[in-house]
């Protein structure tokens, strides 16, 4: 299949306008919707990322700098002050490598809400857990109303891919690849010693882009 076929298939998966944005760039070399469908035709399913993720969630990251572009343009005329300021602090940190991270344990987490309804939220701290079963290492949001579980795969030594499920607490927590109404992906990024975050691009409820910030539990 030619890259130009993928890229419209990673448009047609969005409920976003963002042929125009891959038709700018012009480039799909590196498009993870690209890879599942040649490891698909080989018939040749490595036990990685391209296995599990869906088509649909392949196109959000094969998108994810137009719609955080994006995102943070929408919020920045209407975000409070103090929102913005969080925002742009997130945004300044340096990326860091994973290696000789452990993000086995306790950790504090807070959803920042970017673009959409209400242009720019700023949530509390609740509790989030990550363990590593022996495959990965897996994430548990265990305090607040939205839960998110799911585990990360490798994506070089400055990002992992997460892929999780949405639920609500007190509800039953779907498998990923349920449905678009609970699959979540994002990329994981380290930004510090002890914090670290996930950017959830085109997310379903609400925005235009979730992040998902991680600070150590004293």
């Known amino acids: 299949m030619h890259r130009i076929q993928a890229t419209a298939l990673a448009a ?4 976003l306008p963002l042929t125009q944005a891959f038709a700018e ?3 799909t070399s590196g498009s993870i919707v690209q890879q599942k469908l040649e490891m698909e035709i080989a018939g040749f399913e490595k036990d990685t ?13 094969d998108a994810f700098e137009t719609i955080r572009d994006r995102a943070v343009a929408e919020a ?3 975000g409070a002050a103090a929102d913005l300021a969080v925002l742009d602090e997130i945004g300044a940190r340096p990326p860091q490598s994973f290696e000789g991270l452990d993000l086995t ?7 920042i809400k970017v673009g959409g309804l209400a ?3 700023v949530y509390n701290w609740f509790d989030c857990r990550v363990t590593d079963d022996g ?7 265990t305090g607040g109303s939205q839960r998110t579980a799911g585990r990360f795969f490798n994506d070089g030594d400055n990002r ?13 927590r779907p498998s990923y690849g349920a449905g678009r109404e609970t699959d979540q992906v994002g990329y994981a990024l380290r930004d510090g010693e002890q914090s670290w975050r996930i950017e959830f691009p085109a997310p379903i409820h609400e925005s235009k882009l979730d992040i998902l910030e991680f600070r150590r539990k004293p």
């Open 135 to 141: 495959y990965s290492w897996f994430l548990e949001k």
């Open 105 to 111: 344990g306790e950790w504090q987490c807070r959803t």
């Open 76 to 78: 920045r005329p209407k």
């Open 12 to 15: 047609a998966f969005l409920a």
């Open 119 to 121: 242009s720019l939220v």
């Open 49 to 61: 990322v391209l296995r599990d993720i869906t088509y649909r969630d392949a196109a959000r990251l």
């Open 25 to 27: 760039t012009g480039d």
């Open 160 to 172: 992992q891919i997460y892929l999780g499920s949405f639920f609500v607490a007190g509800g039953a």
